[in-house]
């Protein structure tokens, strides 16, 4: 791919926080209209890469550019372009949407004010609550603003850092669906979760933990990667937990209800640790695809002992 069709092309970067070492040696390409998905424990330093991509925070070493621009020398340049939201909800809860947006436009002295603020208004599907004051929006309705908020200047990158923490199903998949279309229609977006179901709606993902990017690819690639054999057994699946969980040829057991999803890299050898319990009556044994949720908790094992 021509490295003018990276929206961002970051090499070896660098922060530290006093002795520690909080992002280490990250190196990161996003395409136009790509939604890429940033996953990784807390702390593990996806705020902080996302804000030396934006232009907020300078590196202590390595280079990239986001939009063309030097993420060090052009920042000023990049924070014009990007509509970046943060974790935290920060409008005012004592004004209307309206009244939100329209003080954004105008502390950043944006041109056709009103019209802007009308069109985001629009975009988001906020005209009949334009009136209502933003302390008195449920928690998903208060993304939606959020997201008019930093849309408002007509960025070609959106960073949100965990925009969906705190709301529920329902409002997630219409924030969700609402992303999908803005990138259809050429946004870039870098968007940080927690949630499965959200990373397995982003196009490409990286797998962050300790300050290194450990995993990257689709959802697909990164199942793949895993090498992984799930084992899917339902019913009463307590008695094979004494046997099964600290077995060599079993890498994670995670369960689900009445149900587990037992792990392994050596697909022979995990079949013959569950031999024993095959014939059982009260078990239903079903080999399934690789859950993503298991391969980033065993990523995250994995990383951990490494730390160690
Ligand atoms: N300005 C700062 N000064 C000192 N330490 C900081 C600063 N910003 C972040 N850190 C530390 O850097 C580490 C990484 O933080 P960061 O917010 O990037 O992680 P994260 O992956 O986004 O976490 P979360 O999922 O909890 O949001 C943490 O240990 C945090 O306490």
């Known amino acids: 791919?021509?490295?003018?069709?990276?929206?961002?092309?970051?090499?070896?970067?660098n922060k530290s926080f006093g002795d520690k070492l909080v992002v280490d040696n990250l190196s990161l390409q996003v395409r136009r209209g790509e939604i890429f998905g940033f996953l990784g424990p807390n702390g593990s330093g996806k705020t902080t890469s996302?804000?030396?991509?934006?232009?907020?925070?300078?590196?202590d070493s390595g280079s990239g550019h986001t939009l063309g621009y030097d993420i060090v020398r052009q920042a000023a340049d990049i924070k014009r372009h990007v509509g970046y939201m943060t974790q935290r909800f920060g409008l005012y809860d004592d004004l209307s949407l309206r009244e939100n947006l329209d003080f954004i436009a105008r502390i950043y002295g944006m041109p056709q004010r009103k019209q802007r603020v009308q069109q985001a208004l629009e975009r988001l599907g906020l005209q009949a609550r334009q009136n209502q004051l933003a302390g008195t929006l449920s928690g998903g309705w208060k993304q939606r603003l959020a997201l008019a908020a930093c849309m408002?200047?007509?960025?070609?990158?959106?960073l949100l850092d965990e925009p969906t923490a705190g709301v529920d199903p329902k409002a997630r998949r219409d924030f969700w669906d609402e992303i999908h279309q803005l990138a259809a229609e050429g946004m870039t977006v870098l968007v940080s979760t927690h949630y499965m179901d959200e990373a397995e709606r982003c196009h490409r993902l990286g797998y962050i933990a300790y300050g290194q990017l450990l995993a990257g690819g689709t959802p697909k690639?990164?199942?793949?990667?895993?090498?992984f054999t799930t084992w899917l057994v339902e019913g009463e699946v307590d008695v094979l937990l004494p046997a099964l969980q600290n077995h060599p040829a079993v890498a994670l057991i995670t369960r689900f209800g009445n149900s587990l999803h037992i792990n392994g890299l050596d697909a022979a050898a995990l079949a013959m640790a569950i031999e024993p319990f095959r014939q059982r009556n009260d078990l239903r044994w079903q080999l399934i695809t690789p859950q993503l949720e298991d391969v980033f908790?065993?990523?995250?094992?994995?990383?951990?002992?490494?730390f160690r």
């Not at 791919?1 to 970067?13: F, H, P, R, T, Y």
């Not at 996302?50 to 590196?59: A, D, F």
């Not at 908790?297 to 490494?306: F, T």
Request: with cysteine; proline share 4%.
């Open 1 to 13: 791919m021509n490295s003018e069709n990276w929206i961002i092309d970051v090499q070896g970067l």
């Open 50 to 59: 996302i804000r030396m991509m934006c232009g907020l925070l300078t590196p």
């Open 152 to 158: 408002l200047h007509e960025p070609q990158l959106l």
């Open 221 to 227: 690639e990164l199942i793949q990667q895993s090498q």
């Open 297 to 306: 908790i065993h990523l995250m094992q994995q990383s951990q002992d490494n």
